[in-house]
């Protein structure tokens, strides 16, 4: 099996080895997480730290379902801890630990403890985590693969294929075992059984008990919303439509555990001239298009959302906060703010060719009074680059594979 270069995420763990500080290493079920840990294990026995200072824990191993006990836990760790040289300790999805944030803290503070934990839902983070060792973790969030990572990792027979042909492949999933298989049948119930896990593990487990049928209505009914606007009365409203009943506040759990489970990204609208967070209608991106093949198989025509979708997925790579732009009575796709404090505004179209389309896209940012980037992204191959006024135009597969030509 080829490799995928997954160098960002390994050179994360690199530069926090050693230091006091937990890192955290969340994303979605099936994203790479385990294989990232794997990896970076690897560089450490290759540097010569002796296999018995690596502590090594997965909480979906039946083999160490006691463990999920936090006081066995502890204890376990604390009797391997037999000398005063550094210990390094993997803990793989932690959330099916309670009350695990015990654990982390009492390793924490010891001097010998280089600690690492994954976990495959936001839940771990915005609560136990967050709440109790504010200050004392460093966290990365693992994505499925993006193209770039996708391109270094296609099967030898598959390199030849033009750019467009692999971007057109990776647009079915981003998921990394795909890229071991080729036939439709497989890379579906392979998407299948993931999404049924996701479900399963990380949405039933914390709804209660909801109806299967009410949750894939609602599931669908997102999927089918990407890239608009929406709020929870149009979503109950589209479901009672469909002969769904279900309350306000039942449906908002919902989404709060569909968001938790890392399945979709709730993104907030930001007021591009007051630089505030608008707090009603946001949008919803899925993490992984593959779902969206898998759920709505007729809707593939749908071709600005998907690339909306995954710009989006690929700003998430980039920045640590990405919004929706509202300007007055227009909206920008997504509005960036970087780590410097400076903001990018970016709009996604498939195409913009048609003179009445590339004024339409250009109309929000000129309603934009600063001088931050401006980016207009699409697929066009007839004029793919342009600058219009200081607004620059790119081809997307270009933009997605940027710092990764001449590699």
Do not use: C
Request: glycine residues 6%; proline residues 3%; aromatic residues 12%.
């Amino acid at each position: 099996m080829k490799l995928v270069d997954r160098t960002i995420y390994l050179d994360f763990l690199r530069r926090h080895k050693d230091r006091q500080v937990i890192k955290v290493i969340s994303g979605v079920r099936r994203s790479g997480k385990s294989i990232l840990f794997q990896l970076f294990r690897e560089e450490l026995l290759a540097s010569g730290i002796p296999n018995h200072q690596i502590i090594v824990l997965n909480f979906e191993d039946l083999r160490f379902y006691d463990l999920r006990d936090f006081r066995k836990l502890n204890d376990y760790i604390e009797e391997r801890l037999v000398s005063e040289d550094t210990y390094y300790v993997f803990l793989d999805e932690i959330q099916h630990v309670p009350q695990f944030e015990l654990v982390a803290d009492s390793l924490f503070i010891k001097p010998n403890v280089d600690l690492y934990l994954t976990g495959s839902n936001a839940y771990f983070m915005s609560g136990q985590l967050a709440t109790n060792l504010t200050g004392r973790y460093v966290e990365l969030e693992v994505l499925p693969l993006s193209f770039s990572e996708y391109i270094s990792g296609v099967r030898d027979e598959d390199s030849l294929k033009s750019k467009a042909e692999l971007f057109n492949d990776y647009l079915f999933s981003a998921f990394p075992y795909l890229l071991q298989t080729k036939s439709y049948q497989e890379k579906i119930e392979y998407l299948q059984g993931i999404y049924h896990s996701i479900l399963l593990n990380d949405v039933v487990a914390r709804a209660g008990t909801p109806s299967p049928d009410l949750l894939e209505r609602l599931v669908r009914t997102i999927l089918s919303s990407i890239g608009s606007q929406v709020s929870t009365n149009k979503l109950r409203n589209t479901l009672v439509s469909q002969g769904v009943k279900i309350a306000n506040g039942t449906l908002e759990n919902y989404l709060d555990v569909l968001t938790d489970s890392l399945l979709f990204y709730s993104v907030p609208r930001f007021d591009v001239k007051g630089r505030q967070l608008l707090q009603r209608l946001e949008k919803y991106y899925v993490v992984d298009l593959g779902f969206r093949r898998l759920l709505l198989p007729d809707h593939q025509e749908d071709l600005g959302h998907i690339l909306e979708n995954l710009v989006y997925l690929e700003l998430r790579r980039r920045f640590s906060k990405v919004y929706i732009g509202n300007i007055g009575k227009y909206e920008v796709d997504f509005v960036v703010v970087t780590d410097q404090g400076t903001y990018e505004y970016y709009q996604v179209s498939e195409t913009t060719l048609a003179p009445e389309t590339l004024e339409r896209e250009l109309r929000p940012f000129h309603s934009i009074n600063d001088q931050y980037p401006k980016y207009l992204l699409t697929l066009d191959v007839i004029q793919p680059t342009a600058n219009y006024e200081g607004i620059q135009k790119k081809n997307i597969i270009d933009w997605l594979l940027e710092g990764r030509e001449g590699k």
